[in-house]
């Protein structure tokens, strides 16, 4: 367990605890941001923001592939179908 320096009479005291044991002052530790419950990294909600109209294009595109294929135009339908796929990538990093 770390210790602290207690903001009011400078002696160590446990990060844990929730008062100092000489003056009796409160500890303010910051609460571990893992701990922090109901929030989802920030980095998730970014990435889906931006770039989902790209990754939207591109699964499109993969669908549209993927039809055409089956309807016979094989060729057309790689083509598109890779396209997409790269449209999507490129929506998924950006
Ligand atoms: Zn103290």
Redesign the pocket.
């Known amino acids: 367990m770390a210790m602290m320096e207690?903001p009011?009479?400078?002696?160590e005291?446990s990060d844990k605890a929730a008062a100092?044991p000489?003056?009796?002052?409160p500890i303010a530790a910051p609460p571990p941001k893992a701990a922090r419950p109901g929030r989802e990294p920030d980095g998730v909600s970014r990435s889906t923001r931006s770039g989902g109209a790209w990754e939207a294009i591109g699964f499109l595109l993969i669908v549209a592939g993927m039809l055409i294929g089956m309807a016979g135009n094989g060729g057309l339908g790689w083509a598109l179908g890779l396209s997409g796929f790269v449209v999507f990538l490129v929506g998924r990093f950006k």
């Open positions: 207690c009011e009479c400078g002696k005291v100092c000489n003056c009796g002052a």
